[in-house]
């Protein structure tokens, strides 16, 4: 009996004291719970592993403030990452998050309303080392064999970026790249990395800029050999898309953006006309629809208007678009520009888009179908300024392909003030039409005097025979050869009988 009385109460103080212990530790988890709450103990906890960041990376590593919202908020403000050569590598004014409780419940991070406003990142080299290798160096690691458990994954649902500026600028290849957003709404349905899947809702674009600039790098000449191999195609291999990445997008409006593309040139960039190595578009509005990523092609519904620097105006775009490595094609087209707008079916067809589009009227091959559509020789003079006297509209439809220094049209149909012609056509040469090899095949051709030396003023200077006297003239019938050859005076004596006549309306 007594010693049941002893060992009772022996562990009756055992209670009591297991007691206070785990009051002290529930205490003292409660206090530490909302001392790490307090934000300048926060801020200066991470400030002392950004001092060790720094260490280790032997650079610069600093932030100005954190607020830490256990399972619930980060705040961050302030983040400065320099590069070994002291120079800004990333910078983040604020940045902060809704983040759900994965911690405990669940294995996947849900990312709220995640914000940056006021950021910059510089990307440079002059040498094949990027400025942020020392980084990729210190966080790879050997890949892990998994244990056991679920990989955790991050699901994003919305995105709020303020003012943010991508330097990326390569003296090694010879590119140099600057994107710069205003603002950036956007609203996901699926963000899913493992399976390589993207889903976006809708996305809002306000003044987003776009630079690239072409030009020699530092980077030694390829052997041919090399060159050679690049070119070669391989099978199932993607020049865009290996991963085998799906992504959708519902929407995208377009508020005040601009794209520009420049190449080194010798001379500085025309300004009286379109030049394809130096590109300008400004004042870029309106919307992307039904995006569709997959493989090689992208294809999306498309709504736009933009200025160019030499005048080119395009007020309407509109059309279904394809767009892959070697092909730019626009199904249902409405293209008004300036004074011209072209219907239903345009294509562009090249080996490298960066390349073939700065040699546009030789690289670029076009295909075209044309309906109820007319085109101003002042907005052809834009690429080809030798037509700036014509001052003329042309209503045509029908078929045609081939670059521009090199086309044939089919079944085309053409009007033209007093002027109509119906056939096939093939030129080569342009945009000079004086050293422009022509095969006509004329079904129907009508003109006048004063249409003919509109389009081709040397013919004033013909007096023999005296053409400023017809009042029309009507061909049918084959030509070949070139346009002053047309118009000589032994062909105009000759060919009157057999296929050129004159009529009186």
């Known amino acids: 009996m007594v010693n049941f009385t002893y060992n009772f109460r022996r562990l009756r103080k055992f209670y009591k004291i297991s007691l206070r212990v785990f009051l002290v530790i529930i205490l003292l988890v409660v206090v530490l719970y909302g001392v790490l709450h307090i934000t300048s103990v926060q801020t200066w906890v991470v400030k002392k592993i950004a001092l060790n960041l720094s260490q280790k990376l032997n650079t610069r590593v600093t932030i100005q403030k954190v607020d830490f919202r256990f399972f619930n908020k980060v705040y961050l403000e302030g983040l400065m990452i320099e ?18 409780d994965w911690f405990f419940a669940s294995d996947k991070i849900v990312l709220e309303n995640v914000a940056l406003d006021n950021a910059i990142v510089n990307m440079n080299r002059k040498d094949s080392v990027w400025n942020y290798q020392f980084l990729l160096d210190y966080f790879a690691s050997p890949k892990k064999k998994k244990t056991g458990g679920r990989d955790v994954v991050i699901d994003l649902r919305e995105l709020h970026f303020n003012n943010i500026k991508f330097n990326k600028l390569d003296g090694w290849i010879g590119q140099d790249m600057v994107a710069n957003l205003g603002r950036i709404d956007l609203i996901m349905n699926v963000f899913d990395i493992t399976g390589k899947k993207i889903h ?9 800029y776009f630079w690239q600039r072409d030009y020699e790098g530092n980077r030694p000449p390829r052997p041919k050999l090399q060159e050679v191999i690049e070119k070669i195609p391989v099978i199932g291999a993607f020049k865009w898309n290996n991963s085998g990445w799906e992504v959708r997008m519902d929407k995208m409006a377009i508020l005040n953006g601009a794209f520009q593309n420049d190449k080194f040139t010798q001379s500085a960039p025309y300004t009286d006309r379109f030049d394809g190595q130096h590109l300008l578009f400004s004042s870029l509005n309106g919307s992307i629809k039904n995006l569709f990523f997959l493989h090689d092609t992208l294809s999306l519904n498309v709504d736009l208007k933009a200025k160019e620097r030499s005048g080119l105006e395009i007020k309407k775009l509109q059309s279904r678009m394809k767009f892959t490595p070697e092909l730019m094609e626009f199904n249902d087209l409405d293209l008004q520009t300036n004074r011209s707008r ?71 149909k053409i009007r033209s003030g007093n002027s109509y012609v119906e056939g096939d056509l093939a030129m080569r040469g342009l945009p000079d039409i004086n050293t422009t090899f022509i095969d006509f095949q004329s079904r129907q051709l009508r003109t006048d005097y004063s249409d003919m030396v509109s389009i081709i003023p040397e013919l004033r200077n013909v007096q023999t025979p005296a053409i400023s006297k017809l009042e029309a003239v009507s061909f049918k019938g084959n030509f070949t050869g070139f346009i002053r050859e047309a118009f000589r005076a032994q062909d105009l004596i000759s060919v009157p009988l057999s296929g050129m006549q004159t009529w009186v309306p």
């Open 200 to 208: 976006v809702k809708e996305v809002n674009l306000v003044q987003p």
């Open 83 to 100: 590069d070994r050569k002291k120079d800004t590598l990333l910078y983040a004014g604020t940045a902060k998050a809704n983040v759900n």
């Open 342 to 412: 072209l219907r239903d079916y345009f294509a562009m067809r090249y080996e490298s888009f960066g390349k073939d589009f700065s040699r546009f009227i030789h690289s670029v091959s076009m295909e075209a179908r044309f309906k109820e559509s007319s085109i101003s020789s002042d907005d052809l003079a834009l690429f080809a300024p030798e037509l700036k006297k014509w001052k003329r509209m042309f209503y045509l439809e029908g078929n045609a392909e081939g670059p521009l220094d090199n086309f044939s049209a089919k079944d085309m």
